[in-house]
């Protein structure tokens, strides 16, 4: 399966609608990434796509704006991912928009985004005046950035993954240094990403290394924790793996995927301060 990326709306002109308007979202077919690697069938991880929506506005039905922010999850079982600028342009069109309550903007902004992905979606709607869901958590797992290492592969390089398997361990990892680009701009996306493991003990040093070959990579956010999920699942064969990348925020949203080997092993869900 191919996808057309000169037909979605990213880094074009654009513009921008200020009334409901649902047609703007764009479904982007999960599988599309998934053909250009070997994802075994059926796919080794369970998880979700979580978004953080900071610029959520609208009006009440006496025109006084309202304004807070949503977060929004949805499995990522669903055949399609929501291309991301066309959220941010589907969320800006309640700007002008008269609704009831809160409660009609989540009803609706669900069933728009659950038709798109192809499965059903959540969205919990945070007040501007402060929540503690959004609230800064750094992770203070191992971090393996301070290695005094040489890195001289910048396109993914899974064979550089490797453990020992004399040493059992089960262990959080976690690296702010991922980088990757968007395949359709070229734009930088920048992620922190948590890697929770029971297994053989995986080399941090390369670990790092192989991170680091993200560099010049294009994928989408959601494509890049999947496919370092199962870079890791077959090079060092855990007996359990979660992967979560939390990503810095573009256009007034964050995407926060997770992979996971097994249904008990949960997000944390902690924004992180560069978000």
Same mark, same amino acid.
């Given at each position: 399966m191919t996808v057309d990326y000169s037909q979605l709306p990213l880094g074009k002109h654009t513009t921008y609608s200020d009334h409901y308007d649902p047609s703007l979202l764009v479904a982007v077919?999960?599988? *599309? /990434?998934?053909?250009?690697?070997? /994802?075994?069938?059926?796919?080794?991880?369970?998880? +979700?796509?979580?978004?953080?929506?900071? +610029?959520?506005?609208?009006?009440?039905?006496?025109?006084?704006?309202? *304004?807070?922010?949503?977060?929004?999850?949805?499995? *990522?079982?669903? /055949?399609?991912?929501? %291309?991301?600028?066309?959220?941010?342009?589907?969320?800006?069109?309640?700007?002008?928009? *008269?609704? %009831?309550?809160?409660n009609e903007l989540i009803e609706k902004i669900s069933a728009d985004v659950a038709s798109i992905v192809g499965g059903n979606v959540q969205v919990v709607f945070c007040a501007a005046q402060g929540d503690s869901r959004l609230q800064i958590q750094p992770w203070t797992d191992r971090c393996i950035d301070n290695a005094n290492i040489s890195i001289n592969h910048y396109e993914i390089t899974s064979a550089l993954l490797t453990c020992d398997t004399s040493k059992t361990t089960e262990q959080v990892l976690i690296s702010h240094l991922l980088r990757s680009n968007c395949p359709v701009t070229g734009q930088p996306d920048w992620a922190s990403v948590r890697i929770a493991y029971c297994g053989a003990a995986i080399n941090e040093e390369n670990l790092l290394r192989y991170l680091c070959s993200f560099r010049l990579h294009q994928g989408f956010h959601e494509q890049c924790v999947e496919r370092i999920f199962c870079n890791i699942w077959t090079h060092c064969s855990p007996e359990k793996l979660s992967v979560e990348g939390r990503f810095t925020r573009r256009g007034g949203l964050d995407i926060n995927p997770f992979r996971a080997s097994h249904a008990e092993l949960k997000p944390t869900r902690a924004r992180q301060w560069r978000q």
């Amino acid at each position: 399966m191919t996808v057309d990326y000169s037909q979605l709306p990213l880094g074009k002109h654009t513009t921008y609608s200020d009334h409901y308007d649902p047609s703007l979202l764009v479904a982007v077919p999960r599988q *599309a /990434a998934r053909d250009f690697w070997p /994802a075994k069938k059926p796919l080794p991880f369970i998880g +979700e796509d979580s978004w953080t929506g900071y +610029e959520i506005s609208w009006l009440d039905q006496q025109g006084k704006p309202q *304004a807070g922010c949503i977060l929004l999850d949805y499995s *990522a079982q669903t /055949a399609n991912i929501v %291309e991301s600028k066309s959220l941010k342009l589907y969320l800006n069109s309640f700007n002008q928009t *008269a609704l %009831e309550n809160t409660n009609e903007l989540i009803e609706k902004i669900s069933a728009d985004v659950a038709s798109i992905v192809g499965g059903n979606v959540q969205v919990v709607f945070c007040a501007a005046q402060g929540d503690s869901r959004l609230q800064i958590q750094p992770w203070t797992d191992r971090c393996i950035d301070n290695a005094n290492i040489s890195i001289n592969h910048y396109e993914i390089t899974s064979a550089l993954l490797t453990c020992d398997t004399s040493k059992t361990t089960e262990q959080v990892l976690i690296s702010h240094l991922l980088r990757s680009n968007c395949p359709v701009t070229g734009q930088p996306d920048w992620a922190s990403v948590r890697i929770a493991y029971c297994g053989a003990a995986i080399n941090e040093e390369n670990l790092l290394r192989y991170l680091c070959s993200f560099r010049l990579h294009q994928g989408f956010h959601e494509q890049c924790v999947e496919r370092i999920f199962c870079n890791i699942w077959t090079h060092c064969s855990p007996e359990k793996l979660s992967v979560e990348g939390r990503f810095t925020r573009r256009g007034g949203l964050d995407i926060n995927p997770f992979r996971a080997s097994h249904a008990e092993l949960k997000p944390t869900r902690a924004r992180q301060w560069r978000q």
